[in-house]
């Protein structure tokens, strides 16, 4: 797995857009960036994934640099609910990682009313 | 509705007595893990299963047993439980590896 940097913390005004930056310098060329988030001792929850292009689905938007070194998770409109620790993986694909996914330490996002 | 189910959610036991977590998916997923938690440790996996009857380690599986004789099941076997596995433990089920559903978790203490 390519080694991922994320910030610990960041906080975010409830309605704001909340960005949440990772580093991937190491990635190589079929390595999907993917993000999870965990609440508070919950299962970890799939979000998104992408590879080169920016992605966007019900929950965020992926945007990755063209150089694919770094990556933005977007939360539009961020709520309460959304404060959890964001993690941003890039396992090796495909299934390289036999599904062992490397979290790390993640961002802890605390979103403020 | 999709989702893996983990059973019991919260368990309390002594040294020694065997126990099983079960982890059961409706999504026809082929793969299936178990990862601990622990402060300061993350999340670290410790079996998974590509299909029925294939099962591997992970990176911390002393201690554990799994089997996969269901493509829906994935139990998770701790034959003599010590208090260092003391955790909170979660199963996922995956369709190719990396996009992956984890059940709600199983906080276990082993007294």
């Known amino acids: 797995d390519a080694k991922t940097t994320q910030p610990p913390s960041m906080d975010c005004a409830e309605g704001r857009a909340a960005n949440l930056p990772c580093n991937h310098s190491?990635?190589?060329?079929?390595?999907?960036v993917y993000w999870y988030r965990q609440i508070h001792s919950q299962g970890p929850q799939y979000i998104i994934h992408g590879l080169k292009n920016n992605e966007t689905n019900e929950m965020a938007s992926l945007i990755i640099t063209e150089d694919r070194k770094s990556s933005t998770l977007i939360l539009p409109h961020a709520t309460l609910r959304d404060t959890a620790v964001y993690y941003c993986?890039?396992?090796?694909?495909?299934?390289?990682?036999?599904?062992?996914?490397?979290f790390g330490k993640g961002t802890k996002l605390s979103v403020k009313p | 509705e999709a989702q893996v189910t983990q059973n019991p959610r919260y368990l309390i036991t002594v040294t020694g007595k065997k126990l099983t977590v079960t982890c059961s998916q409706n999504m026809n997923h082929e793969y299936m893990s178990w990862y601990r938690q622990d402060p300061g440790l993350g999340l670290r996996q410790i079996y998974y299963s590509m299909n029925v009857e294939v099962t591997d380690k992970g990176d911390v599986p002393e201690g554990y047993k799994v089997s996969r004789k269901e493509k829906r099941n994935f139990p998770l076997i701790l034959e003599s439980p010590s208090p260092n596995q003391t955790s909170l433990y979660f199963c996922?089920?995956?369709?190719?590896?990396?996009?992956?559903?984890f059940g709600p978790g199983t906080r276990l203490t082993v007294l």
């Open positions: 993986i890039a396992p090796p694909y495909p299934g390289g990682s036999q599904g062992n996914l490397i």
């Open positions: 996922a089920s995956s369709r190719s590896g990396d996009t992956q559903y």
């Open positions: 190491t990635i190589s060329g079929n390595e999907y």
